[in-house]
């Protein structure tokens, strides 16, 4: 995210020449050799204003003004920010103000293209953050918190610098631990991991930092004055010519195929900058990030020998271990899905030798290479290596792997698991939004061996807590799995849906609350999916549904679950889109939705297969609720079929009772006449006008449900006539999966 500026450009040539000013100053921060932000401040009694120019990945100016009480405390900060050229920028953040009181402050800010108001409670002395060394802020804030921190700190000199985020909705301040070493020095802690060093003169202006055991290696330094007008319009000229800086650590991948196995590593490069990076950069024996950024990610299909080191099928970290003396070790880790600063040594799988060799010319962006039958690792004057080939044959039974004994996370189980292996889960809450990876296995509870519903309720997968609010679907099955990889015996909860870009209509959806699958054929069976809510929209997303299931250009088999009380703006409880699905023995009950498009229980739309289609039978979908309260613009569908919709795809319709649903507009089960179809005995509840050619017989009597909550009928039910029962408990597979 930084610049390099004109080659052969010095820092002096950055220095307005004009005569210094007692009351304005400057910053120019840089990484290696490269300048990266310059910064120009005029600092009055009772006013801070100063613009900030960076070049990450194009040229941005930030603009601000801090205005400040009797006292010297903040009164209120305003920002905004533009292009080099002086165009506003809208993205998230990038313009808005603070206004602080005694104990509180009011923040307005942007967020997709609108103000966001956030009145947070916070104690004075407060300052914009972040307190992280990210260019685009202003440093001059530093030597404003240190002054207010200097005066908290203890005997010790330990105090703390306070700041709130310039982000909507993050309300919760942040204190960064800081400790003063004299009267010129000063400390800043980095995730308890390093520090931060900065020096001061002795009126406490802020003279110089180095963020060298940061991850950020930055450093900057006090200047009289920039000539930030004239520095905006080069690296803007330098943006128009196709020549801007581009990403700092740009993410780049190796895709290659060593002997049938498609192998992928996921890494970011890092650039020399005019470093040492052996030794001093990348310090000797330790265990280090091995790139930029998020972690490196290797993905095999296939077991492949790295030297003598069988690594099994499946997805990795890589890390390095560089040793002065000795082979440095290539470090394989089953700890995936986590930034480069999160390596922990307990999850190591291998630590493989390396061999070293020299390179000239060097190399200026770190790189990774397989090719010629080795894996390289290419940067600066050196270049480390390792055999790489197909693993031969080996014949290995399926294996149970436990959680929490084996693995703490069923993600990580999932990750070291391979094709025929099971994933046993003990009772318990697991906070966690997991993907299945593709490698066809049995993820399941108790209830696989007991099979006591007990079981079911007591193993709960809650999905809400995600690492990313836009990926937050409790299950995801997204790698093209097949009937192989099974989803059973959990109640999956606390789901937020996914951002989804769906691939026909080329437009962004929020979907699958519970579980999504995409490309995929899974089993997904014996599972209570409940309290699930795909209904958030905002600029930009088409709309959000599939609030329990949602199922695109899938084949999935879904049966003997619960579905209740979910929410979406379609298919609240289950969405089919472009499926050719087997839908049995479902419990499909309370949920609520279909502002958009209607369908709050069942929803299916769009054929995969002009051939195939899907196949419906012995179901309970009973007391959803299809309305329109809430469309913020009433679309075609909205409100309609609280029970079913079939559309557009061959479906056939068996053994199900439909009852009890209700919707803003017409009946509960919705079919257009032209719809592929195919009808058999059904219970259906209201007006429902079948296909014409559909056939089939159509109940129209109560089917006497002897409780709302497991929806048993009664003995005399029209449903258990003719030697069949319908809905949910009918056929060979029904059971009521809920205690009584």
Request: glycine residues 12%.
């Amino acid at each position: 995210m930084l610049l390099t500026l004109i080659r052969g450009a010095t820092l002096s040539a950055l220095v307005a020449s004009s005569a210094p000013c007692a009351q304005t100053g400057g910053f120019v921060i840089t990484l290696g050799t490269d300048t990266v932000q310059v910064e120009r401040f005029t600092r009055a009694a009772d006013r801070i204003s100063g613009t900030v120019v960076t070049h990450a990945p194009e040229t941005r100016v930030v603009s601000y003004t801090l205005t400040l009480n009797a006292d010297g405390t903040p009164a209120r900060y305003e920002y905004v920010t533009t292009k080099g050229d002086g165009t506003p920028l809208r993205g998230n953040g990038q313009a808005g103000s603070i206004v602080f009181a005694a104990d509180s402050l009011t923040r307005e800010t942007l967020r997709n293209g609108e103000m966001v108001r956030d009145r947070i409670v916070a104690r004075p002395g407060i300052l914009p953050g972040p307190s992280l060394p990210y260019i685009g802020t202003t440093a001059l804030l530093y030597e404003l918190g240190f002054q207010y921190a200097r005066k908290a700190a203890n005997a010790a000199g330990e105090s703390g610098l306070p700041q709130v985020f310039l982000i909507a909705g993050a309300n919760q301040p942040s204190r960064t631990p800081l400790w003063f070493i004299g009267a010129d020095s000063v400390e800043m802690d980095y995730f308890g991991v390093a520090r931060r060093g900065f020096r001061l003169d002795a009126q406490g202006r802020l003279l110089r930092g180095d963020w060298g055991a940061s991850t950020y290696k930055y450093t900057f330094a006090r200047v009289p004055d920039v000539d930030v007008p004239k520095i905006a319009a080069a690296w803007s000229a330098r943006d128009a010519r196709g020549a801007a800086m581009g990403a700092m650590s740009p993410l780049d991948s190796v895709h290659a195929n060593v002997a049938g196995a498609a192998v992928t590593i996921a890494y970011s490069r890092p650039a020399k900058r005019g470093r040492v990076v052996w030794g001093a950069l990348v310090p000797w024996n330790a265990v280090w990030r091995f790139g930029a950024d998020g972690a490196t990610h290797l993905t095999t299909s296939a077991d492949l020998m790295f030297g003598e080191t069988r690594v099994p099928a499946g997805r990795y970290t890589l890390w390095m271990l560089p040793l002065e003396g000795g082979a440095s070790q290539l470090v394989v880790s089953r700890k995936v899905d986590i930034f480069g600063t999160a390596y922990t040594p307990a999850n190591d799988f291998a630590r493989i030798p390396l061999e070293r060799s020299q390179l000239a010319p060097g190399v200026e962006r770190f790189t990774l290479a397989l090719e010629s039958g080795k894996f390289w690792i290419r940067w600066d004057d050196a270049a480390y290596s390792i055999p790489v080939a197909l693993a031969p044959a080996q014949v290995r039974a399926p294996r149970t792997i436990e959680v929490p004994r084996d693995f703490r996370t069923i993600q990580q189980a999932i990750d070291s698991s391979r094709r025929g292996d099971t994933v046993l889960v003990a009772p318990g809450r697991y906070y966690e939004n997991i993907r299945f990876r593709g490698h066809g296995t049995l993820v399941t509870s108790r209830f696989a061996t007991s099979h006591d519903v007990a079981d079911i309720e007591r193993t709960i997968i809650d999905g809400s807590r995600p690492a990313h609010p836009d990926t937050a679907s409790v299950v995801m099955f997204i790698n093209q799995e097949d009937s192989m990889s099974v989803l059973q015996g959990f109640t999956l909860t606390g789901g937020k849906g996914t951002v989804w870009l769906d691939a026909k209509d080329h437009v962004q959806f929020r979907e699958g609350g519970g579980i999504l699958c995409e490309l995929a054929s899974p089993v997904i069976r014996f599972n209570y999916i409940q309290d699930n809510d795909a209904t958030e929209t905002r600029a930009g997303l088409e709309s959000a549904g599939g609030g329990g299931i949602r199922c695109g250009y899938a084949e999935p088999t879904i049966a003997n679950n619960v579905i209740r009380r979910n929410r979406g703006r379609y298919g609240a409880g289950v969405v089919l889109f472009l499926c050719a699905a087997t839908v049995r023995n479902n419990l499909i009950v309370d949920n609520t939705g279909g502002e958009d498009f209607g369908g709050a229980g069942l929803w299916i739309v769009a054929p995969l297969s002009r051939r195939i289609g899907n196949l419906v039978e012995f179901n309970t979908i009973a007391n959803n609720r299809s309305g329109n309260v809430g469309a913020a613009q009433p679309r075609p569908m909205s409100g309609i079929a609280g029970g079913v919709v079939v559309q557009g795809v061959i479906t056939e319709f068996r053994n199900n009772i439909v009852w009890g649903n209700v919707q803003a507009s017409g009946d509960q089960f919705v079919a257009p006449p032209a719809a592929p179809l195919t009808l058999g005995r059904n219970l259906v509840q209201g007006n429902f006008s079948a296909p014409p050619r559909a056939g089939g017989e159509t109940l129209r009597a109560d089917p006497q449900f002897v409780d709302t909550v497991r929806f048993e009928l009664a003995a005399s039910s029209p449903a258990r006539a003719s030697g069949s029962q319908l809905g949910a408990y009918g056929g060979a597979g029904g059971a009521p999966l809920i205690r009584k």
